[in-house]
């Protein structure tokens, strides 16, 4: 699991990156043996308007969005806002 801070970027910004990230992590092709693999991500993402949220409490919000999008079929971004 990785975690991407960005600072001063709304939520519509910050989906936006995700789905970016997500569609050239699907691109990439790993080579295993002798199979080719491909690999997709979930992303969830959070906000807080005005920094009114600890940073512990963002990172949960986005966890819990994490598994929300994997619950939902995986290869997605899903965000929420406070």
Known sequence: MQLVLLPNTDLSSAFDI???ICNAIEKQIVD???QKIKITAS????NSKENKQSLELLMSRADKNLYR???QGRHKVLADSE
Do not use: D, E, H, V
């Open 18 to 20: 995700g789905q970016r």
């Open 32 to 34: 295993y043996l002798t």
């Open 43 to 46: 992303i969830g993402a959070a």
């Open 69 to 71: 999008a994997k619950n």
